[in-house]
Protein backbone atom coordinates (compact mmCIF):
# COMPACT_ATOMS: atom_id res chain seq x y z
CA UNK A 1 0.00 0.00 0.00
CA UNK A 2 1.04 3.13 -1.10
CA UNK A 3 1.74 5.66 1.86
CA UNK A 4 3.02 9.34 1.69
CA UNK A 5 2.95 11.14 4.95
CA UNK A 6 3.76 14.84 5.42
CA UNK A 7 4.95 16.76 8.10
CA UNK A 8 6.82 19.72 9.59
CA UNK A 9 4.06 22.29 8.95
CA UNK A 10 2.94 25.13 11.62
CA UNK A 11 2.45 28.50 12.18
CA UNK A 12 5.66 30.74 11.03
CA UNK A 13 6.18 34.65 10.92
CA UNK A 14 6.40 36.76 7.43
CA UNK A 15 9.99 36.63 6.17
CA UNK A 16 10.24 32.96 8.15
CA UNK A 17 11.56 29.17 6.81
CA UNK A 18 10.10 25.72 7.61
CA UNK A 19 10.97 22.91 6.25
CA UNK A 20 8.16 20.19 4.80
CA UNK A 21 9.16 16.58 4.81
CA UNK A 22 7.34 13.70 3.30
CA UNK A 23 7.69 9.86 4.02
CA UNK A 24 7.45 7.72 0.97
CA UNK A 25 6.07 3.89 1.52
CA UNK A 26 4.87 1.03 -0.56
CA UNK A 27 6.52 1.75 -3.77
CA UNK A 28 9.88 2.53 -5.33
CA UNK A 29 10.92 5.68 -4.39
CA UNK A 30 13.67 6.27 -6.84
CA UNK A 31 11.95 5.50 -9.55
CA UNK A 32 9.27 7.90 -9.06
CA UNK A 33 9.07 11.59 -9.92
CA UNK A 34 7.71 13.65 -6.74
CA UNK A 35 5.79 16.48 -6.44
CA UNK A 36 4.34 19.57 -3.78
CA UNK A 37 0.94 20.41 -4.56
CA UNK A 38 -0.77 22.96 -2.62
CA UNK A 39 -4.23 24.22 -1.49
CA UNK A 40 -5.01 27.76 -0.04
CA UNK A 41 -7.80 27.64 2.58
CA UNK A 42 -11.14 27.66 0.42
CA UNK A 43 -9.24 27.23 -2.59
CA UNK A 44 -8.51 25.08 -5.71
CA UNK A 45 -5.28 23.04 -5.88
CA UNK A 46 -1.88 24.71 -7.32
CA UNK A 47 1.50 22.66 -8.11
CA UNK A 48 4.33 24.13 -6.11
CA UNK A 49 7.72 21.73 -7.41
CA UNK A 50 8.80 18.47 -8.96
CA UNK A 51 11.47 16.44 -8.90
CA UNK A 52 12.74 13.57 -10.93
CA UNK A 53 13.68 9.89 -9.94
CA UNK A 54 17.70 10.89 -9.62
CA UNK A 55 17.06 14.53 -8.43
CA UNK A 56 18.51 15.42 -11.45
CA UNK A 57 16.00 17.83 -12.53
CA UNK A 58 13.50 20.36 -10.46
CA UNK A 59 11.38 22.40 -11.45
CA UNK A 60 9.04 25.17 -9.03
CA UNK A 61 6.16 27.07 -10.34
CA UNK A 62 7.25 30.86 -10.52
CA UNK A 63 5.55 32.02 -7.39
CA UNK A 64 7.99 30.16 -5.41
CA UNK A 65 11.00 30.36 -7.55
CA UNK A 66 14.34 31.66 -4.87
CA UNK A 67 11.98 30.79 -1.81
CA UNK A 68 11.34 27.31 -2.36
CA UNK A 69 13.66 23.90 -3.36
CA UNK A 70 12.27 20.72 -3.70
CA UNK A 71 14.95 17.65 -2.58
CA UNK A 72 14.86 13.86 -1.79
CA UNK A 73 16.90 11.55 -0.09
CA UNK A 74 16.14 7.98 -2.11
CA UNK A 75 18.52 6.45 0.73
CA UNK A 76 15.43 7.21 3.40
CA UNK A 77 12.66 7.71 0.98
CA UNK A 78 11.66 11.10 1.81
CA UNK A 79 10.61 14.30 0.12
CA UNK A 80 11.32 17.68 1.46
CA UNK A 81 10.40 21.12 0.58
CA UNK A 82 12.84 24.04 1.88
CA UNK A 83 10.58 26.97 2.37
CA UNK A 84 12.01 30.62 3.18
CA UNK A 85 10.77 34.26 2.57
CA UNK A 86 7.55 33.25 3.30
CA UNK A 87 4.42 35.47 2.88
CA UNK A 88 1.02 35.31 3.73
CA UNK A 89 -0.14 33.87 -0.04
CA UNK A 90 1.87 30.52 0.94
CA UNK A 91 -0.66 29.78 3.66
CA UNK A 92 -1.74 26.72 2.45
CA UNK A 93 -2.07 22.52 3.00
CA UNK A 94 1.11 21.30 1.22
CA UNK A 95 0.67 17.74 -0.68
CA UNK A 96 3.26 15.22 -1.08
CA UNK A 97 1.99 13.70 -4.09
CA UNK A 98 3.19 10.68 -6.80
CA UNK A 99 3.63 11.19 -10.34
CA UNK A 100 2.40 7.98 -12.13
CA UNK A 101 1.15 7.62 -15.45
CA UNK A 102 1.40 10.70 -17.83
CA UNK A 103 2.72 12.81 -15.04
CA UNK A 104 -0.69 12.62 -13.41
CA UNK A 105 -0.63 13.09 -9.20
CA UNK A 106 -1.58 9.06 -8.69
CA UNK A 107 -1.09 8.90 -5.28
CA UNK A 108 -1.39 12.10 -2.04
CA UNK A 109 -0.65 12.50 1.46
CA UNK A 110 -2.68 13.49 3.74
CA UNK A 111 -1.38 17.15 4.01
CA UNK A 112 0.17 19.16 5.70
CA UNK A 113 -0.90 23.22 7.05
CA UNK A 114 1.49 26.36 6.74
CA UNK A 115 0.08 29.16 8.19
CA UNK A 116 2.11 32.34 7.53
CA UNK A 117 1.37 34.95 9.68
CA UNK A 118 2.14 37.39 12.69
CA UNK B 1 0.94 29.50 -19.46
CA UNK B 2 -1.97 26.87 -20.55
CA UNK B 3 -5.30 27.90 -18.62
CA UNK B 4 -7.91 25.45 -17.85
CA UNK B 5 -11.48 26.71 -17.44
CA UNK B 6 -13.89 23.96 -16.23
CA UNK B 7 -17.71 24.82 -16.28
CA UNK B 8 -20.12 24.73 -14.47
CA UNK B 9 -18.84 26.23 -11.45
CA UNK B 10 -21.52 24.24 -10.02
CA UNK B 11 -23.78 21.38 -10.87
CA UNK B 12 -26.81 20.78 -8.69
CA UNK B 13 -28.16 17.14 -9.33
CA UNK B 14 -29.84 13.82 -7.87
CA UNK B 15 -28.64 10.92 -6.77
CA UNK B 16 -29.33 8.36 -9.93
CA UNK B 17 -28.67 11.39 -12.75
CA UNK B 18 -25.54 11.98 -15.12
CA UNK B 19 -22.81 14.57 -14.37
CA UNK B 20 -21.50 16.09 -17.45
CA UNK B 21 -18.20 18.29 -16.33
CA UNK B 22 -15.93 20.13 -18.95
CA UNK B 23 -12.76 21.10 -18.72
CA UNK B 24 -11.53 23.86 -21.63
CA UNK B 25 -7.84 24.78 -22.26
CA UNK B 26 -6.68 27.89 -23.53
CA UNK B 27 -4.63 25.91 -26.07
CA UNK B 28 -4.07 21.98 -26.89
CA UNK B 29 -3.39 19.32 -24.47
CA UNK B 30 -1.93 16.46 -25.12
CA UNK B 31 -4.10 14.00 -24.11
CA UNK B 32 -1.89 11.78 -22.98
CA UNK B 33 -1.29 14.54 -20.03
CA UNK B 34 -4.81 15.41 -19.13
CA UNK B 35 -6.21 14.15 -15.92
CA UNK B 36 -9.21 14.38 -13.59
CA UNK B 37 -9.61 13.68 -9.34
CA UNK B 38 -11.81 14.18 -6.94
CA UNK B 39 -11.69 15.98 -3.56
CA UNK B 40 -14.05 15.42 -0.53
CA UNK B 41 -14.24 18.04 2.37
CA UNK B 42 -11.21 17.67 4.57
CA UNK B 43 -9.47 14.86 1.88
CA UNK B 44 -6.52 15.20 0.09
CA UNK B 45 -8.04 15.00 -3.74
CA UNK B 46 -7.89 11.51 -5.35
CA UNK B 47 -6.84 10.66 -8.79
CA UNK B 48 -9.90 9.31 -11.07
CA UNK B 49 -8.77 9.66 -15.04
CA UNK B 50 -5.40 10.04 -16.34
CA UNK B 51 -4.18 10.59 -20.15
CA UNK B 52 -7.95 11.87 -20.67
CA UNK B 53 -9.90 8.36 -20.40
CA UNK B 54 -7.80 5.74 -18.58
CA UNK B 55 -9.50 5.41 -14.83
CA UNK B 56 -7.37 4.97 -12.26
CA UNK B 57 -7.01 1.64 -10.06
CA UNK B 58 -9.99 0.89 -8.26
CA UNK B 59 -12.01 3.69 -9.75
CA UNK B 60 -15.78 2.58 -10.50
CA UNK B 61 -16.60 2.68 -14.40
CA UNK B 62 -19.62 4.62 -13.80
CA UNK B 63 -16.88 7.61 -14.17
CA UNK B 64 -15.65 7.83 -17.93
CA UNK B 65 -13.49 10.39 -19.00
CA UNK B 66 -13.02 12.11 -22.63
CA UNK B 67 -11.63 14.97 -24.86
CA UNK B 68 -9.12 15.62 -26.83
CA UNK B 69 -7.43 19.37 -28.29
CA UNK B 70 -8.68 22.23 -26.11
CA UNK B 71 -11.97 20.10 -24.87
CA UNK B 72 -12.11 17.40 -22.03
CA UNK B 73 -14.83 15.72 -20.86
CA UNK B 74 -16.07 13.76 -17.26
CA UNK B 75 -19.01 11.79 -17.07
CA UNK B 76 -20.67 10.39 -13.72
CA UNK B 77 -22.89 8.14 -15.20
CA UNK B 78 -25.11 7.74 -12.46
CA UNK B 79 -24.59 9.64 -9.31
CA UNK B 80 -23.64 7.66 -6.42
CA UNK B 81 -23.76 9.26 -2.80
CA UNK B 82 -20.64 9.50 -2.24
CA UNK B 83 -19.55 11.28 -5.79
CA UNK B 84 -20.92 14.45 -4.41
CA UNK B 85 -17.87 16.53 -4.17
CA UNK B 86 -15.12 19.06 -6.05
CA UNK B 87 -13.86 17.74 -9.63
CA UNK B 88 -10.17 19.44 -10.90
CA UNK B 89 -8.81 18.97 -14.43
CA UNK B 90 -5.25 19.12 -14.39
CA UNK B 91 -2.68 19.35 -17.62
CA UNK B 92 1.16 18.38 -18.03
CA UNK B 93 3.47 20.61 -20.01
CA UNK B 94 6.70 19.19 -21.25
CA UNK B 95 8.48 21.85 -21.84
CA UNK B 96 9.67 23.35 -19.09
CA UNK B 97 8.08 20.64 -16.90
CA UNK B 98 4.51 22.21 -15.19
CA UNK B 99 1.32 21.30 -14.11
CA UNK B 100 -1.62 23.17 -13.90
CA UNK B 101 -5.71 22.75 -12.93
CA UNK B 102 -8.66 24.10 -13.21
CA UNK B 103 -10.63 25.73 -10.74
CA UNK B 104 -12.79 23.22 -10.10
CA UNK B 105 -16.52 21.84 -10.36
CA UNK B 106 -18.53 21.21 -7.16
CA UNK B 107 -21.02 18.82 -7.64
CA UNK B 108 -23.86 18.90 -4.99
CA UNK B 109 -26.82 17.66 -4.18
CA UNK B 110 -30.15 18.89 -5.24
Known amino acids: EVQLVESGGGLVQPGGSLRLSCAAS????????MSWVRQAPGKGLEWVAYIKQDASETYHVDSVKGRFTISRDNAKNSLYLQMSSLRAEDTAIYYC???????????WGQGTLVTVSS | EIVLTQSPGTLSLSPGERATLFCRAS???????LAWYQQKPGQAPRLLIS???SRATGIPDRFSGSGSGTDFTLTISRLEPEDFAVYYCQQYGRSPPGWTFGQGTKVEIK
Open chain 1, 97 to 107: AKNGAGAAFDF
Open chain 2, 27 to 33: QSVSSSY
Open chain 2, 51 to 53: GAS
Open chain 1, 26 to 33: GFTFNRSW
